[in-house]
T-cell receptor, first 116, second 112 residues
Framework: ETGVTQTPRHLVMGMTNKKSLKCEQH?????MYWYKQSAKKPLELMFV???????ENNSVPSRFSPECPNSSHLFLHLHTLQPEDSALYLC???????????????FGSGTRLTVV | GEDVEQSLFLSVREGDSSVINCTYT??????LYWYKQEPGAGLQLLTY?????DMKQDQRLTVLLNKKDKHLSLRIADTQTGDSAIYFC????????????FGKGTHLIIQP
């Protein structure tokens, strides 16, 4: 158990479906992140929330919509996805302290998403 | 933009040392990290190094940093079958809620 829990572990969805990925941490961290891991590509940072406010959105298509209702929970709402969106979606959290190494950066096990 | 490069595969014999290399382009990188990802799992932090250091050792792991050449390496001594995984190099420019920039990962293959 890593301290960051992601559900579901696997998800298959059609291009017209709406689904949500969930991430939960009880590590007392202030920052949470969504990453996308595609085959043969670097991990791509999608969204960053710090103290429940979105601080970064790396040009992610609007069909991905994040939500951070509190410091322990992070969601990624999915809507009309494309097959190229199939990937492993990783959530992470950290203390988010300025000028300190992110040695407490903790990843979840990910949700394996397949869009058909 | 910032870039982190790694070779995709490394094959070593069990018991030998593994050396995984990484180069980065962001001169403002403050911290550099090595993560390990086993199949079906998330990323596990192995070690990190501050940019004003040139070496860090932690049990079987040795990290070397050449800041002038922007080159980072991870040496795993006495490589075991349990070390088989994908190893990611990552950098950040100052901590905080910045997120990390990752390489594509190096798949370490252990031969008996």
């Amino acid at each position: 158990e890593t301290g960051v829990t992601q559900t579901p572990r696997h998800l298959v969805m059609g291009m017209t479906n709406k689904k949500s990925l969930k991430c939960e941490q009880h590590l007392g961290h202030n920052a949470m992140y969504w990453y996308k891991q595609s085959a043969k590509k670097p991990l791509e940072l999608m969204f960053v929330y710090s103290l429940e406010e979105r601080v970064e959105n790396n040009s992610v298509p609007s069909r991905f919509s994040p939500e951070c209702p509190n410091s322990s929970h992070l969601f990624l709402h999915l809507h009309t996805l494309q097959p190229e969106d199939s990937a492993l979606y990783l959530c992470a959290s950290s203390q988010g302290t300025l000028r300190q190494p992110e040695e407490d950066y903790t990843f979840g096990s990910g949700t394996r998403l397949t869009v058909v | 933009g910032e870039d982190v490069e790694q070779s995709l595969f490394l094959s070593v014999r069990e018991g030998d040392s593994s050396v995984i290399n990484c180069t980065y382009t962001d001169s403002s990188s403050t911290y550099l990290y090595w993560y390990k990802q086993e199949p079906g799992a998330g990323l596990q932090l192995l070690t990190y190094i501050f940019s004003n250091m040139d070496m860090k050792q932690d049990q079987r792991l040795t990290v070397l940093l050449n800041k002038k050449d922007k080159h980072l390496s991870l040496r795993i001594a006495d490589t075991q079958t349990g070390d088989s995984a994908i190893y990611f190099c990552a950098e950040s420019s100052g901590g905080g809620a910045d997120g990390l920039t990752f390489g594509k990962g190096t798949h370490l293959i252990i031969q008996p």
